[in-house]
Protein backbone atom coordinates (compact mmCIF):
# COMPACT_ATOMS: atom_id res chain seq x y z
CA UNK A 1 0.00 0.00 0.00
CA UNK A 2 1.13 3.73 -0.83
CA UNK A 3 0.54 6.79 1.05
CA UNK A 4 1.35 9.87 -0.05
CA UNK A 5 2.30 13.00 2.18
CA UNK A 6 1.81 16.40 1.29
CA UNK A 7 3.90 18.15 3.17
CA UNK A 8 6.96 17.24 5.06
CA UNK A 9 7.30 19.64 8.70
CA UNK A 10 5.18 18.62 11.69
CA UNK A 11 2.11 16.54 11.21
CA UNK A 12 3.10 15.32 8.06
CA UNK A 13 6.54 13.94 9.52
CA UNK A 14 4.90 12.67 12.70
CA UNK A 15 2.37 10.40 10.29
CA UNK A 16 4.85 9.04 7.87
CA UNK A 17 7.62 8.21 10.96
CA UNK A 18 4.63 6.51 12.85
CA UNK A 19 4.09 5.05 10.10
CA UNK A 20 6.93 3.53 9.59
CA UNK A 21 7.49 2.08 12.64
CA UNK A 22 3.54 0.43 12.50
CA UNK A 23 4.62 -1.12 9.13
CA UNK A 24 8.02 -1.78 7.70
CA UNK A 25 6.94 -2.47 4.53
CA UNK A 26 4.18 0.12 3.21
CA UNK A 27 5.11 2.78 0.71
CA UNK A 28 5.55 5.84 2.35
CA UNK A 29 5.97 9.11 -0.17
CA UNK A 30 6.87 12.46 1.51
CA UNK A 31 6.15 15.47 -1.63
CA UNK A 32 7.66 18.88 0.34
CA UNK A 33 7.17 22.46 -1.10
CA UNK A 34 10.50 24.35 0.04
CA UNK A 35 13.87 22.79 0.06
CA UNK A 36 13.60 21.31 3.64
CA UNK A 37 11.84 18.66 5.81
CA UNK A 38 11.32 18.43 9.57
CA UNK A 39 12.47 21.89 9.93
CA UNK A 40 12.01 23.65 13.69
CA UNK A 41 9.44 26.16 12.30
CA UNK A 42 8.90 27.39 16.04
CA UNK A 43 12.72 28.18 16.32
CA UNK A 44 13.26 30.46 13.31
CA UNK A 45 12.58 33.88 15.02
CA UNK A 46 15.61 32.87 17.41
CA UNK A 47 17.93 32.10 14.43
CA UNK A 48 17.26 35.93 13.39
CA UNK A 49 18.05 37.17 16.61
CA UNK A 50 21.17 34.90 17.11
CA UNK A 51 20.23 33.22 19.85
CA UNK A 52 20.22 29.91 17.68
CA UNK A 53 23.41 30.68 16.10
CA UNK A 54 23.75 27.84 13.60
CA UNK A 55 20.63 27.58 10.66
CA UNK A 56 21.33 23.51 10.85
CA UNK A 57 20.49 23.45 14.25
CA UNK A 58 16.62 24.03 12.81
CA UNK A 59 16.74 21.33 10.44
CA UNK A 60 16.04 18.13 12.27
CA UNK A 61 16.58 15.66 9.29
CA UNK A 62 17.35 15.30 5.89
CA UNK A 63 15.54 13.73 2.70
CA UNK A 64 18.69 11.40 3.79
CA UNK A 65 18.64 10.85 7.17
CA UNK A 66 14.77 9.80 6.86
CA UNK A 67 16.01 6.93 4.39
CA UNK A 68 19.04 5.93 5.99
CA UNK A 69 16.24 5.63 9.22
CA UNK A 70 13.07 4.93 8.11
CA UNK A 71 13.19 4.10 4.49
CA UNK A 72 10.90 7.07 3.52
CA UNK A 73 10.81 8.82 0.03
CA UNK A 74 11.36 11.95 0.63
CA UNK A 75 10.81 14.62 -2.12
CA UNK A 76 11.79 18.44 -1.62
CA UNK A 77 11.16 20.93 -3.93
CA UNK A 78 8.37 19.04 -5.12
CA UNK A 79 4.46 20.73 -5.19
CA UNK A 80 1.48 18.93 -6.04
CA UNK A 81 -0.42 20.62 -8.27
CA UNK A 82 -3.60 19.00 -7.91
CA UNK A 83 -5.42 15.74 -6.15
CA UNK A 84 -7.64 13.87 -8.93
CA UNK A 85 -9.50 11.46 -5.99
CA UNK A 86 -11.33 9.59 -8.80
CA UNK A 87 -8.28 8.34 -9.91
CA UNK A 88 -6.52 8.55 -6.76
CA UNK A 89 -3.24 10.19 -7.81
CA UNK A 90 -1.90 13.57 -7.42
CA UNK A 91 0.28 15.71 -10.05
CA UNK A 92 3.49 16.37 -8.77
CA UNK A 93 6.06 19.09 -10.08
CA UNK A 94 9.71 18.93 -9.78
CA UNK A 95 10.72 22.90 -9.04
CA UNK A 96 14.15 22.11 -9.55
CA UNK A 97 13.65 19.93 -13.02
CA UNK A 98 10.75 21.28 -14.12
CA UNK A 99 9.09 17.64 -15.36
CA UNK A 100 5.54 17.07 -13.89
CA UNK A 101 4.15 13.78 -12.91
CA UNK A 102 1.35 11.35 -12.00
CA UNK A 103 1.93 9.87 -8.40
CA UNK A 104 -0.90 7.45 -7.70
CA UNK A 105 -1.66 6.45 -3.83
CA UNK A 106 -4.13 4.34 -1.44
CA UNK A 107 -4.18 6.82 1.31
CA UNK A 108 -3.50 10.02 0.81
CA UNK A 109 -2.41 12.76 3.95
CA UNK A 110 -3.12 16.14 3.99
CA UNK A 111 -0.23 18.78 5.96
CA UNK A 112 0.57 21.91 3.89
CA UNK A 113 0.19 23.76 6.57
CA UNK A 114 -1.36 27.89 6.89
CA UNK A 115 -0.48 30.53 4.72
CA UNK A 116 0.55 33.82 6.08
CA UNK A 117 -1.96 36.02 5.61
CA UNK A 118 -1.29 39.47 3.08
CA UNK A 119 -3.16 42.03 3.38
CA UNK A 120 -4.16 43.79 -0.02
CA UNK A 121 -2.31 47.12 0.51
CA UNK A 122 -0.25 49.45 -1.31
CA UNK A 123 3.58 48.09 -1.07
CA UNK A 124 2.88 45.21 0.68
CA UNK A 125 5.69 43.59 -1.77
CA UNK A 126 8.01 45.15 0.36
CA UNK A 127 7.33 43.04 3.34
CA UNK A 128 8.84 39.67 4.53
CA UNK A 129 7.06 36.68 5.83
CA UNK A 130 8.05 34.23 8.46
CA UNK A 131 6.92 30.85 8.25
CA UNK A 132 9.80 28.77 6.56
CA UNK A 133 13.43 28.34 6.06
CA UNK A 134 13.55 30.69 2.79
CA UNK A 135 11.83 32.91 4.91
CA UNK A 136 14.17 33.07 7.71
CA UNK A 137 17.06 33.25 5.44
CA UNK A 138 15.66 36.20 3.65
CA UNK A 139 15.43 37.71 6.75
CA UNK A 140 18.61 36.77 8.10
CA UNK A 141 20.41 38.17 5.24
CA UNK A 142 18.58 41.71 5.30
CA UNK A 143 19.51 41.83 9.29
CA UNK A 144 22.54 41.16 8.32
CA UNK A 145 23.12 44.36 6.00
CA UNK A 146 22.48 46.00 9.19
CA UNK A 147 19.07 48.15 8.83
CA UNK A 148 17.79 51.13 11.21
CA UNK A 149 14.36 50.05 11.50
CA UNK A 150 12.13 47.89 11.36
CA UNK A 151 8.26 47.49 11.55
CA UNK A 152 6.50 44.29 12.38
CA UNK A 153 2.99 44.11 11.60
CA UNK A 154 1.31 42.20 13.86
CA UNK A 155 1.32 41.56 16.79
CA UNK A 156 0.52 37.92 17.69
CA UNK A 157 2.74 35.00 18.93
CA UNK A 158 5.16 35.34 15.50
CA UNK A 159 5.02 39.59 15.49
CA UNK A 160 6.06 39.37 19.25
CA UNK A 161 8.69 36.79 19.09
CA UNK A 162 10.44 38.47 16.18
CA UNK A 163 10.22 41.79 17.42
CA UNK A 164 12.02 40.59 20.28
CA UNK A 165 14.49 39.54 18.32
CA UNK A 166 15.13 41.86 15.71
CA UNK A 167 15.43 44.29 19.14
CA UNK A 168 18.09 41.82 20.25
CA UNK A 169 20.40 42.98 16.90
CA UNK A 170 20.09 46.45 17.71
CA UNK A 171 17.77 47.79 14.97
CA UNK A 172 15.23 49.95 15.98
CA UNK A 173 11.55 48.12 15.98
CA UNK A 174 8.07 49.04 16.39
CA UNK A 175 5.34 46.67 16.33
CA UNK A 176 1.77 48.33 14.59
CA UNK A 177 -1.33 46.00 15.82
CA UNK A 178 -4.62 46.71 14.90
CA UNK A 179 -6.68 45.57 17.71
CA UNK A 180 -6.09 47.70 20.97
CA UNK A 181 -4.18 45.24 22.38
CA UNK A 182 -0.98 42.23 21.51
CA UNK A 183 -1.50 38.67 21.99
CA UNK A 184 -4.99 38.44 21.40
CA UNK A 185 -5.55 34.81 23.15
CA UNK A 186 -4.74 37.37 26.70
CA UNK A 187 -7.51 39.34 28.30
CA UNK A 188 -6.98 43.10 28.35
CA UNK A 189 -5.76 43.08 31.85
CA UNK A 190 -3.25 40.54 30.91
CA UNK A 191 -2.11 41.82 27.85
CA UNK A 192 -0.50 45.18 29.37
CA UNK A 193 1.75 43.68 31.19
CA UNK A 194 3.48 42.52 28.30
CA UNK A 195 3.08 45.84 26.43
CA UNK A 196 5.02 47.03 29.06
CA UNK A 197 7.59 44.44 28.70
CA UNK A 198 8.22 45.37 25.39
CA UNK A 199 8.14 49.28 25.98
CA UNK A 200 11.08 48.97 28.51
CA UNK A 201 13.19 46.92 26.29
CA UNK A 202 12.93 49.59 23.48
CA UNK A 203 9.83 48.15 21.10
CA UNK A 204 7.90 51.10 20.11
CA UNK A 205 4.19 50.02 19.74
CA UNK A 206 1.29 51.23 18.08
CA UNK A 207 -1.86 49.57 19.41
CA UNK A 208 -5.35 49.95 17.47
CA UNK A 209 -3.99 51.21 14.37
CA UNK A 210 -3.31 49.51 11.20
CA UNK A 211 -1.01 49.72 8.46
CA UNK A 212 -2.41 51.29 5.48
CA UNK A 213 0.32 52.00 2.88
CA UNK A 214 4.09 50.96 2.77
CA UNK A 215 6.50 53.11 0.96
CA UNK A 216 10.34 52.95 -0.14
CA UNK A 217 11.06 53.53 3.21
CA UNK A 218 8.05 53.46 5.60
CA UNK A 219 4.95 52.20 6.51
CA UNK A 220 2.37 54.24 6.81
CA UNK A 221 -0.76 53.53 9.80
CA UNK A 222 -4.56 54.28 9.54
CA UNK A 223 -4.05 57.11 12.16
CA UNK A 224 -1.91 58.71 9.83
CA UNK A 225 1.16 57.99 11.94
CA UNK A 226 4.05 57.40 9.38
CA UNK A 227 7.03 55.26 10.96
CA UNK A 228 10.37 54.76 9.53
CA UNK A 229 10.92 51.20 7.98
CA UNK A 230 14.03 50.24 5.96
CA UNK A 231 12.61 46.21 6.80
CA UNK A 232 9.11 44.72 7.01
CA UNK A 233 8.11 42.02 8.87
CA UNK A 234 4.56 40.84 8.33
CA UNK A 235 2.89 38.80 11.05
CA UNK A 236 -1.00 39.20 11.01
CA UNK A 237 -1.82 35.50 11.09
CA UNK A 238 -2.65 32.65 9.03
CA UNK A 239 -5.21 31.01 6.81
CA UNK A 240 -5.24 27.26 6.45
CA UNK A 241 -3.61 26.26 2.86
CA UNK A 242 -6.94 24.78 1.53
CA UNK A 243 -6.56 25.23 -2.15
CA UNK A 244 -5.93 21.64 -3.27
CA UNK A 245 -8.08 20.31 -0.94
CA UNK A 246 -11.30 22.82 -2.17
CA UNK A 247 -9.80 21.97 -6.59
CA UNK A 248 -10.73 18.32 -5.34
CA UNK A 249 -14.36 18.57 -4.05
CA UNK A 250 -13.36 18.60 -0.34
CA UNK A 251 -15.24 19.77 2.56
CA UNK A 252 -14.44 22.66 4.11
CA UNK A 253 -15.49 23.57 7.61
CA UNK A 254 -16.90 26.82 8.84
CA UNK A 255 -13.86 27.65 10.40
CA UNK A 256 -11.85 27.75 6.50
CA UNK A 257 -10.25 25.00 7.17
CA UNK A 258 -10.64 21.04 5.91
CA UNK A 259 -13.31 19.20 7.70
CA UNK A 260 -12.05 16.25 9.20
CA UNK A 261 -14.07 13.80 11.30
CA UNK A 262 -12.21 12.02 14.75
CA UNK A 263 -9.77 10.32 12.31
CA UNK A 264 -8.56 13.08 10.75
CA UNK A 265 -10.83 11.52 7.59
CA UNK A 266 -11.95 14.24 5.16
CA UNK A 267 -14.98 14.32 3.47
CA UNK A 268 -13.28 11.38 1.27
CA UNK A 269 -12.54 8.65 3.55
CA UNK A 270 -9.26 7.44 1.21
CA UNK A 271 -7.94 11.68 2.17
CA UNK A 272 -6.72 12.77 5.82
CA UNK A 273 -5.67 16.28 6.86
CA UNK A 274 -3.68 17.18 9.87
CA UNK A 275 -2.18 20.60 11.18
CA UNK A 276 -2.56 23.94 10.78
CA UNK A 277 -4.86 22.97 7.44
CA UNK A 278 -7.28 21.03 9.37
CA UNK A 279 -10.04 22.22 11.85
CA UNK A 280 -10.01 20.41 15.15
CA UNK A 281 -12.83 20.07 17.75
CA UNK A 282 -12.47 22.67 21.07
CA UNK A 283 -12.72 20.75 24.06
CA UNK A 284 -14.82 22.90 25.65
CA UNK A 285 -17.99 23.44 23.61
CA UNK A 286 -17.17 20.58 21.01
CA UNK A 287 -17.33 23.53 18.25
CA UNK A 288 -14.96 23.49 15.07
CA UNK A 289 -11.59 25.75 15.18
CA UNK A 290 -8.23 26.59 14.58
CA UNK A 291 -5.53 26.14 16.48
CA UNK A 292 -1.89 26.56 14.73
CA UNK A 293 0.15 24.30 17.49
CA UNK A 294 3.01 21.92 16.29
CA UNK A 295 2.26 20.01 19.28
CA UNK A 296 -1.25 19.37 17.84
CA UNK A 297 -0.26 18.36 14.68
CA UNK A 298 1.94 15.88 16.08
CA UNK A 299 -0.63 14.47 17.96
CA UNK A 300 -3.28 14.41 14.95
CA UNK A 301 -0.15 12.55 12.69
CA UNK A 302 0.57 9.73 14.91
CA UNK A 303 -3.63 9.53 14.93
CA UNK A 304 -3.76 9.95 11.05
CA UNK A 305 -0.55 6.83 11.10
CA UNK A 306 -2.39 4.38 13.54
CA UNK A 307 -6.15 4.58 11.65
CA UNK A 308 -4.23 3.89 8.64
CA UNK A 309 -2.49 0.86 10.50
CA UNK A 310 -5.97 -0.52 11.45
CA UNK A 311 -4.54 0.52 14.92
CA UNK A 312 -7.32 1.63 17.82
CA UNK A 313 -7.63 5.99 18.11
CA UNK A 314 -9.02 8.38 20.80
CA UNK A 315 -9.88 11.73 19.27
CA UNK A 316 -7.90 14.89 20.31
CA UNK A 317 -9.79 17.52 21.00
CA UNK A 318 -8.10 20.85 21.64
CA UNK A 319 -7.92 23.58 24.69
CA UNK A 320 -5.16 25.78 22.86
CA UNK A 321 -2.63 25.94 25.21
CA UNK A 322 0.27 28.10 23.87
CA UNK A 323 3.24 29.75 25.76
CA UNK A 324 5.97 32.34 24.24
CA UNK A 325 8.83 34.35 25.53
CA UNK A 326 8.94 38.38 25.24
CA UNK A 327 12.38 39.27 26.60
CA UNK A 328 12.48 38.33 30.27
CA UNK A 329 8.60 36.94 30.62
CA UNK A 330 7.24 33.99 29.80
CA UNK A 331 3.59 34.54 28.77
CA UNK A 332 1.31 31.23 28.78
CA UNK A 333 -2.25 30.60 28.31
CA UNK A 334 -5.08 27.64 28.10
CA UNK A 335 -8.28 27.21 27.11
CA UNK A 336 -11.39 30.24 26.46
CA UNK A 337 -10.24 33.37 27.74
CA UNK A 338 -12.52 36.01 29.01
CA UNK A 339 -13.43 38.09 26.20
CA UNK A 340 -15.19 34.54 24.54
CA UNK A 341 -16.60 33.83 27.63
CA UNK A 342 -18.56 36.78 27.80
CA UNK A 343 -20.27 36.49 24.36
CA UNK A 344 -20.83 32.75 24.76
CA UNK A 345 -23.75 33.62 27.17
CA UNK A 346 -21.81 30.82 29.73
CA UNK A 347 -22.09 32.01 33.61
CA UNK A 348 -18.26 32.07 34.84
CA UNK A 349 -16.27 33.40 37.51
CA UNK A 350 -12.83 34.94 37.21
CA UNK A 351 -10.06 34.88 40.37
CA UNK A 352 -7.00 36.71 39.35
CA UNK A 353 -3.68 36.13 41.94
CA UNK A 354 0.14 37.34 42.09
CA UNK A 355 2.29 34.41 43.63
CA UNK A 356 5.68 34.41 44.10
CA UNK A 357 7.40 31.48 41.69
CA UNK A 358 8.61 29.68 44.33
CA UNK A 359 8.96 30.54 48.25
CA UNK A 360 9.57 33.93 48.86
CA UNK A 361 11.82 33.46 51.96
CA UNK A 362 13.90 31.46 49.37
CA UNK A 363 15.87 33.44 47.40
CA UNK A 364 15.47 34.55 43.86
CA UNK A 365 11.52 34.59 43.97
CA UNK A 366 10.08 36.28 41.10
CA UNK A 367 5.98 36.88 41.62
CA UNK A 368 3.61 36.05 38.45
CA UNK A 369 0.48 37.00 37.90
CA UNK A 370 -2.17 33.93 37.57
CA UNK A 371 -5.78 33.91 35.59
CA UNK A 372 -8.11 31.20 36.23
CA UNK A 373 -11.82 30.99 34.55
CA UNK A 374 -14.55 28.75 35.75
CA UNK A 375 -18.01 28.05 35.12
CA UNK A 376 -20.01 29.38 37.83
CA UNK A 377 -22.01 26.74 38.51
CA UNK A 378 -19.94 23.11 38.16
CA UNK A 379 -16.70 24.57 38.95
CA UNK A 380 -15.05 23.41 35.42
CA UNK A 381 -11.96 24.71 34.40
CA UNK A 382 -12.46 27.09 31.46
CA UNK A 383 -9.21 28.54 30.97
CA UNK A 384 -6.43 30.36 32.34
CA UNK A 385 -3.31 32.61 31.35
CA UNK A 386 -0.08 33.53 33.25
CA UNK A 387 2.46 35.80 32.99
CA UNK A 388 5.76 35.84 35.23
CA UNK A 389 9.94 35.72 34.95
CA UNK A 390 9.51 32.41 36.13
CA UNK A 391 6.91 29.41 36.94
CA UNK A 392 4.56 29.77 34.43
CA UNK A 393 5.14 27.63 32.61
CA UNK A 394 4.28 25.15 35.39
CA UNK A 395 1.23 26.57 36.64
CA UNK A 396 -0.21 26.80 32.97
CA UNK A 397 0.67 23.16 32.12
CA UNK A 398 -0.98 21.80 35.28
CA UNK A 399 -4.23 23.39 34.82
CA UNK A 400 -3.89 22.25 31.29
CA UNK A 401 -4.01 18.64 32.43
CA UNK A 402 -6.63 19.34 34.75
CA UNK A 403 -9.04 20.63 32.22
CA UNK A 404 -7.91 17.33 30.18
CA UNK A 405 -8.56 15.18 33.00
CA UNK A 406 -12.00 17.22 34.39
CA UNK A 407 -10.25 18.29 37.61
CA UNK A 408 -12.44 21.23 38.83
CA UNK A 409 -11.29 24.77 40.01
CA UNK A 410 -12.24 23.81 43.85
CA UNK A 411 -10.32 20.50 43.62
CA UNK A 412 -6.94 22.35 42.12
CA UNK A 413 -6.62 22.74 46.38
CA UNK A 414 -6.39 18.93 46.70
CA UNK A 415 -3.38 18.28 43.98
CA UNK A 416 -0.54 17.13 45.56
CA UNK A 417 2.55 19.51 43.63
CA UNK A 418 6.11 18.87 44.43
CA UNK A 419 7.41 21.37 47.09
CA UNK A 420 10.94 22.33 48.47
CA UNK A 421 11.32 25.99 49.02
CA UNK A 422 13.33 26.36 45.27
CA UNK A 423 10.87 25.22 43.57
CA UNK A 424 7.37 26.40 44.94
CA UNK A 425 5.58 26.92 48.07
CA UNK A 426 4.00 24.95 50.93
CA UNK A 427 0.45 26.17 49.52
CA UNK A 428 1.39 26.10 45.61
CA UNK A 429 0.18 28.85 43.81
CA UNK A 430 -1.81 26.67 42.02
CA UNK A 431 -3.28 25.13 45.37
CA UNK A 432 -4.09 28.71 46.44
CA UNK A 433 -6.60 29.06 43.29
CA UNK A 434 -8.20 26.00 44.16
CA UNK A 435 -8.84 27.50 47.56
CA UNK A 436 -10.18 30.86 46.27
CA UNK A 437 -11.91 29.11 44.07
CA UNK A 438 -14.05 27.16 46.41
CA UNK A 439 -14.40 30.06 48.86
CA UNK A 440 -16.41 31.79 45.83
CA UNK A 441 -18.48 28.48 45.21
CA UNK A 442 -19.15 27.89 48.28
CA UNK A 443 -20.45 31.30 48.99
CA UNK A 444 -18.05 31.97 51.68
CA UNK A 445 -16.28 35.02 49.38
CA UNK A 446 -17.46 37.48 47.00
CA UNK A 447 -15.36 38.88 44.77
CA UNK A 448 -15.39 41.86 42.45
CA UNK A 449 -13.75 42.50 38.82
CA UNK A 450 -11.61 45.88 38.41
CA UNK A 451 -14.55 46.38 35.39
CA UNK A 452 -16.92 46.33 37.77
CA UNK A 453 -15.71 48.91 40.47
CA UNK A 454 -17.97 51.59 38.68
CA UNK A 455 -21.10 49.35 39.25
CA UNK A 456 -20.29 48.50 42.98
CA UNK A 457 -19.90 52.24 43.78
CA UNK A 458 -22.65 53.15 41.65
CA UNK A 459 -24.67 50.40 43.87
CA UNK A 460 -23.66 53.02 46.86
CA UNK A 461 -20.09 50.46 47.51
CA UNK A 462 -17.47 52.64 50.02
CA UNK A 463 -14.27 51.21 48.13
CA UNK A 464 -11.47 50.74 51.24
CA UNK A 465 -7.64 50.26 50.86
CA UNK A 466 -6.69 47.70 53.51
CA UNK A 467 -2.72 48.30 52.62
CA UNK A 468 -0.39 50.49 54.38
CA UNK A 469 -0.29 53.70 54.33
CA UNK A 470 2.61 53.84 52.64
CA UNK A 471 1.42 51.59 50.09
CA UNK A 472 -1.55 53.55 49.63
CA UNK A 473 0.12 56.79 48.82
CA UNK A 474 2.46 55.45 46.49
CA UNK A 475 -0.58 54.74 43.98
CA UNK A 476 -4.26 53.82 44.88
CA UNK A 477 -7.60 53.38 43.16
CA UNK A 478 -9.78 56.84 42.93
CA UNK A 479 -11.96 57.11 45.50
CA UNK A 480 -10.60 54.93 47.69
CA UNK A 481 -10.42 55.39 51.29
CA UNK A 482 -7.12 54.12 53.68
CA UNK A 483 -7.45 51.98 56.23
CA UNK A 484 -4.91 49.11 57.17
CA UNK A 485 -6.30 45.58 57.70
CA UNK A 486 -4.59 45.89 61.12
CA UNK A 487 -6.50 49.16 62.09
CA UNK A 488 -9.84 48.14 61.02
CA UNK A 489 -11.15 46.98 64.30
CA UNK A 490 -9.92 50.18 66.03
CA UNK A 491 -11.42 52.04 63.09
CA UNK A 492 -14.49 50.67 62.50
CA UNK A 493 -16.62 53.62 63.39
CA UNK A 494 -15.26 55.24 60.87
CA UNK A 495 -17.03 52.92 57.90
CA UNK A 496 -21.00 54.43 58.29
CA UNK A 497 -21.31 52.66 54.90
CA UNK A 498 -22.51 48.61 55.84
CA UNK A 499 -21.64 48.15 51.76
CA UNK A 500 -17.83 48.38 51.66
CA UNK A 501 -15.50 47.33 48.61
CA UNK A 502 -12.47 46.28 49.87
CA UNK A 503 -9.02 45.80 47.91
CA UNK A 504 -5.07 45.43 48.87
CA UNK A 505 -2.07 44.79 46.45
CA UNK A 506 -3.03 41.85 44.92
CA UNK A 507 -6.23 40.01 47.04
CA UNK A 508 -4.75 38.60 50.09
CA UNK A 509 -5.26 40.95 52.42
CA UNK A 510 -8.55 42.24 51.30
CA UNK A 511 -9.82 38.35 51.79
CA UNK A 512 -9.08 38.54 55.38
CA UNK A 513 -10.13 42.22 55.50
CA UNK A 514 -13.32 40.97 53.86
CA UNK A 515 -14.17 37.79 56.05
CA UNK A 516 -13.44 40.34 59.27
CA UNK A 517 -15.81 43.00 58.17
CA UNK A 518 -18.49 40.59 57.72
CA UNK A 519 -18.19 39.03 61.00
CA UNK A 520 -18.71 43.05 62.36
CA UNK A 521 -22.16 43.35 60.07
CA UNK A 522 -20.88 44.70 57.06
CA UNK A 523 -21.71 43.74 53.61
CA UNK A 524 -18.10 43.00 52.47
CA UNK A 525 -16.83 42.12 48.94
CA UNK A 526 -12.87 41.57 48.31
CA UNK A 527 -11.44 43.32 44.80
CA UNK A 528 -10.30 40.06 42.92
CA UNK A 529 -6.46 40.57 42.41
CA UNK A 530 -6.11 43.47 44.48
CA UNK A 531 -4.93 46.93 43.34
CA UNK A 532 -1.93 45.45 41.19
CA UNK A 533 -4.92 43.99 38.93
CA UNK A 534 -6.65 47.08 38.35
CA UNK A 535 -3.88 49.15 37.53
CA UNK A 536 -2.93 47.01 35.11
CA UNK A 537 -6.37 47.29 33.76
CA UNK A 538 -7.85 48.91 31.16
CA UNK A 539 -10.20 51.04 33.75
CA UNK A 540 -6.19 52.42 34.93
CA UNK A 541 -4.71 52.65 31.81
CA UNK A 542 -7.24 53.29 29.20
CA UNK A 543 -5.29 50.44 26.92
CA UNK A 544 -8.83 51.01 24.47
CA UNK A 545 -7.83 54.15 23.89
CA UNK A 546 -4.03 54.99 24.47
CA UNK A 547 -1.78 54.04 21.75
CA UNK A 548 1.85 52.92 23.43
CA UNK A 549 4.47 54.78 22.03
CA UNK A 550 7.75 54.20 24.06
Not at 40 to 69: F, K, M
Not at 225 to 242: K, N, W
Not at 501 to 506: H, R
Amino acid sequence: MRTVIIGGVAGGMSAATRMRRLDADAEIVVIEKSGHVSYANCGLPYYVGGVIEEEEALLLQTPASLHARFRLDVRIASEVLAIHPAGKNVEVLNEISGEKYQLSYDKLVLSPGASPVVPPIPGIERAMTLRTVEDVEKIFNRVSEKPRSAVVIGGGFIGVEIAENLTHKGIATTVVEASPQLLAPLDPEMATLVAAEMKRNGVTLHLGASASEITKDAVKLSNGIEIPAEMIILAIGVRPDIKLAKEAGLTIGTRGGIQVDDFNRTSNLDIYAVGDVAEKTDAIDGSSTLVPLANLANRHGRVVADHIAGRSTRPVKTIGTAIVKVFELMIAATGWNEKRLSTSGREYRVIHSHPNSHAGYYPGAKQMSLKLIFDAKTGEILGAQGIGKEGVDKRIDVIATAIRGGITAPELADLELAYAPPFGSAKDAINMLGYISENIMSGLLETAQWSQIDEFTDRGFQLVDVRTASEYAAGNIPGAVSMPVDEIRARIAELTNKDVLVNCQVGQRGHTATMLLKELGFNAVNLDGGYLTWSNSPAATNTKEKEYVS
